[in-house]
C-alpha cells in the first residue's frame, strides 16, 4: 500500500473548538512600534472582512498584519514563512510573501506576520466578467501549484484542519448536519426539499473514492474571499494558512461552490481530473455547504448565507445526478 494510503486510512481528529483571543489596533501599533520602528507611526485600521483564522490590519496603504486568532491557527505561521517565498515565483499569479515575522510579545502570545498587500476585490460570481475563462485561469493556478516540488512540504495536520487528508475527518460534522437538516428544515420555507438521502449518497460516494497517494501542493481553501479580482479577472490568490502537500481534491470545491456549470467543466477539463477525484472534490463542496446550511438555517440574520448555501446544495446535486446519468460511477471499494 502507497504510504500516502497508509496515512490516509487513519482518522485525524480535529479536537477542541479552538479559543480565540481578541486583537485591538492600539495592540498591533504597540507590536509594530516595538518590534519594527522603521513602520512606527504608519496609520493601523482593521481590514474589513478580515477573515476568522487571523485577525487582519491594514499598515499604511500597501502592508497588511495577520496575527492569528488562536494558537491552533498560529502553527501556520512558520510555514508560510518558510514556504511562500519558495512557491511564489513558481506560481502564474500573486501570492502573498511575508515581509516579516513579528514574536510573541506581552501584548500577544503568538508569531505573527507583515505582507505586501495586494490590490484586487473579492471573487463574487456578479463581479466575474467571463466565468468560463475565470475558471480556466483558476484551473491554470492550481495545476501550477500542483506540479511543484513536494518533497519535505508540511503534511496535513492541525496547521490546516487537515486539508488534504481524509474526508472521513469531517463525516461525523457532516452526518450531524444532515441529521439536523432531515429533521428540522422547513420545505415550504425553502421552496423545495433538501435531499437528504441523496446527499448521503454523494457523501459515501466522495469516502469511497481512492486518493492514488502521490503527494501534491494544495493551498487547502479555495474560496471566493481568497480570490482577487482585477477588472473581473483572476489577479491573485491569497491566504495559505491551510495549504500543504498530500490529496490535493480539497482544492477542488470551488467547482461547485463558485463556478457556473459551463466553468465546472472547463476547470475540470484544464486540470484533467479523474472521476474519483472530482467525487472527492465534490465531498469537500458537500461538507462546507452542508455546514454553512446548518449553521446559518432558522438565523434571521443568516438569512443571505443560508440562501446561498442552498443554491450550491442544489448545484451539487444536480451536477452529481448528471453525472450519474452519463458517466460510469466514481466509487470504488474501500481499501481492504
Known amino acids: 500500500m502507497a504510504e500516502g494510503m497508509l496515512r490516509l486510512s487513519n482518522t485525524p481528529d480535529l479536537g477542541p473548538v479552538p479559543e480565540r483571543i481578541t486583537v485591538e489596533a492600539e495592540q498591533v501599533r504597540r507590536l509594530i512600534e516595538e518590534q519594527f520602528p522603521q513602520w512606527a507611526g504608519l496609520p493601523i485600521e482593521p481590514v474589513a472582512n478580515g477573515g476568522w483564522d487571523n485577525w487582519t490590519f491594514h499598515l499604511g496603504t500597501d502592508m497588511v498584519v495577520r496575527l492569528p486568532s488562536a494558537s491552533e491557527y498560529a502553527q501556520a505561521v512558520e510555514k508560510e514563512h518558510r514556504w511562500l517565498p519558495a512557491l511564489a515565483p513558481q506560481l502564474p499569479l500573486p501570492i502573498p510573501v511575508p515581509l516579516a515575522k513579528g514574536k510573541p510579545s506581552a501584548d500577544y502570545p503568538h508569531s505573527w506576520s507583515i505582507y505586501q498587500w495586494l490590490d484586487g476585490v473579492t471573487a463574487t460570481a456578479d463581479r466575474i466578467s467571463a466565468p468560463v475563462r475565470f475558471a480556466v485561469d483558476l484551473a491554470g493556478f492550481l495545476a501550477a501549484l500542483q506540479s511543484l516540488d513536494a518533497a519535505d512540504g508540511p503534511q496535513p495536520g492541525i496547521h490546516n484542519w487537515f486539508r488534504g487528508a481524509t474526508l472521513r475527518t469531517y463525516d461525523k460534522a457532516t452526518q450531524r448536519a ?52 482585477n477588472d473581473g479577472r483572476l489577479a491573485a490568490v491569497i491566504d495559505f494558512g491551510t495549504c500543504g502537500v498530500g490529496d490535493p481534491a480539497c482544492d477542488l470545491a470551488i467547482a461547485w461552490t463558485l463556478l457556473t456549470a459551463d466553468g465546472r467543466q472547463a476547470f475540470r477539463d484544464r486540470l484533467s481530473v479523474d472521476a474519483v477525484s472530482w467525487a472527492r472534490g465534490r465531498g469537500w463542496a458537500l461538507w462546507k455547504t452542508l455546514a454553512a446550511c446548518s449553521y446559518t438555517y432558522g438565523d434571521p440574520e443568516e438569512a443571505e448565507e443560508f440562501a446561498s448555501a442552498m443554491r450550491i446544495l ?23
Open 178 to 229: 444532515l441529521e439536523e437538516l432531515d429533521g428540522h428544515v422547513d420545505v415550504e420555507e425553502l421552496d423545495g426539499q433538501v435531499d437528504v438521502e441523496l446527499a448521503r449518497d454523494i457523501w459515501a460516494n466522495a469516502l469511497d473514492a481512492r486518493w492514488d497517494g502521490v503527494d501534491r501542493w494544495f493551498h487547502g481553501d479555495v474560496a471566493e474571499g481568497n480570490l482577487l479580482l
Open 314 to 336: 442544489d448545484e451539487i446535486f444536480s451536477e452529481y445526478s448528471g453525472s450519474r446519468s452519463t458517466a460510469p460511477t466514481a466509487t470504488v471499494p474501500p481499501p481492504a
